[in-house]
């Protein structure tokens, strides 16, 4: 049978063309380019994950204010995400990504020079988390709704599954890097992230990006107010994908306070050398488990999968209360973080095969506003907690969290009814859906 040397055809429908045997993902030019892209992109955001916290800290002393960098970066990707969706149904995605990492880059590279001279005020760092947010929304609206477009159908789990491990990757590598340089100098992690940001621009130029027909249409079809309600009034007409949304915000709430929770009680116990650590013993668990998703979600239904994750982090999470600081923590994250790669991939590729085309820039910037809101609740709280209630009593409140979220997975007839591997896409069964997405 001849190979196809081209990236797959688009279709009316906006998924890629199945007619020849599909090459596989490690030969797919257009799906390593585009992860290769944000690898480096998030390679970069890895590395300063903890280097801004330690240097809001190291500059006023209060986790509470570092917490403060955490929520902006997270508010503005929440603010973003609506807008950022439709544009990413409007306009070229490849052009989207490349504006995102162009400003990403310039916002870091201001930053570095600011720290390098000396003057780097919380109201720059926090100026910059902004645009980082928004960037970040851009990015993730067009690389979602670009990715079933170079991915054949079949292949879409597996490339989710990527996409996941990609991230923890990124986790394993950014926040070690990032923490050997801030202790070599405290400008060289943000200068780092400015670099990989101008290579994963770098690497988008090359990405030949199929942009079907119908993004013309829909630059025409409506006002970018209305076509971001669309996404909205889209995921509120989708029940599986509507339950689905709100346990992962509040998965989202609960880690990002535990990340920056982890730091603080590192820091606050004279562990900070061990900082990087959590980070990368936290990666080296959403690698492993992104390794053992595709086998892993032929054996699990994807109810097991999702009772999995939140019953096994409602367990888990409570030792952090106990265990010793450092080395620990990063254990116990890491244990979560093997079993939400298989959950992940179930979610994401539900979504995707349940949305079409012209929609999926809406609805993933609709997700994203939902996961931004509980990312920047989950970090302030978290903050003001340690700061004001102690480390105890901030632990065993993400456990409540978490028991919550659990039992409603648990007692949720529309993850009972997710399908499972192999089974057909079903189209949206609310009778409402055909016409939110007009």
């Not at 790669?341 to 095969?353: D, G, K, N, R, S």
Request: hydrophobic share 55%; glycine share 10%.
């Amino acid at each position: 049978m001849r190979e196809r040397t081209e990236p797959a055809a688009a279709r009316s429908d906006g998924r890629a063309e199945e007619t020849t045997p599909a090459r596989p993902l490690g030969r797919n030019r257009e799906y390593n380019l585009l992860w290769t892209s944000n690898v480096l992109s998030q390679l970069g955001s890895q590395a300063t994950l903890f280097a801004y916290p330690l240097l809001v800290i190291a500059m006023t002393g209060s986790v509470f204010q570092a917490s403060l960098v955490e929520f902006a970066v997270a508010a503005s990707r929440m603010l973003a995400g609506l807008p950022a969706g439709a544009v990413a149904d409007r306009l070229p995605r490849k052009r989207v990504l490349l504006a995102s990492e162009a400003a990403r880059a310039l916002a870091l590279g201001v930053l570095a020079v600011a720290i390098a001279v000396g003057r780097a005020p919380l109201s720059l760092i926090l100026a910059v988390a902004v645009v980082e947010g928004v960037a970040t929304a851009l990015f993730s609206a067009a690389d979602q709704a670009l990715l079933p477009m170079v991915v054949p159908r079949e292949q879409l789990s597996s490339a989710v599954s990527r996409n996941t491990a990609r991230y923890y990757v990124a986790t394993i590598t950014g926040p070690g890097l990032g923490g050997v340089l801030y202790n070599a100098m405290r400008v060289l992690p943000f200068a780092a992230q400015a670099v990989a940001s101008l290579g994963a621009f770098l690497t988008l130029l090359f990405l030949r990006a199929p942009e079907p027909r119908r993004q013309i249409a829909a630059a025409g079809s409506g006002g970018l107010l209305h076509d971001t309600l669309a996404g909205l009034r889209w995921l509120w007409a989708h029940r599986l994908v509507r339950v689905t949304v709100g346990l992962t915000m509040g998965f989202n709430a609960v880690f990002s306070g535990l990340l920056l929770v982890a730091i603080g009680m590192a820091q606050q116990a004279g562990a900070g050398g061990q900082v990087g650590a959590i980070g990368m013993l936290m990666g080296a668990g959403g690698v492993l488990g992104a390794l053992a998703a595709p086998r892993l979600r032929l054996r699990l239904t994807p109810y097991t999968a999702l009772t999995l994750l939140s019953w096994g982090a409602s367990v888990l999470v409570p030792l952090l209360a106990v265990l010793p600081a450092g080395y620990a923590y990063g254990a116990v994250l890491g244990c979560v973080a093997f079993l939400a790669p298989t959950a992940t991939a179930i979610i994401v590729t539900h979504q995707m095969t349940t949305t079409p085309d012209e929609m999926r820039g809406r609805l993933a910037g609709a997700i994203g506003v939902s996961l931004g809101a509980a990312s920047a609740l989950g970090a302030v709280a978290g903050g003001a907690l340690l700061e004001f209630s102690g480390a105890v009593a901030t632990v065993l409140s993400a456990t409540a969290v978490l028991v919550l979220l659990a039992l409603a997975a648990t007692f949720s007839g529309a993850i009972r009814a997710l399908p499972g591997p192999g089974a057909p896409a079903q189209a949206p069964e609310a009778p409402e859906t055909a016409e939110a997405a007009q």
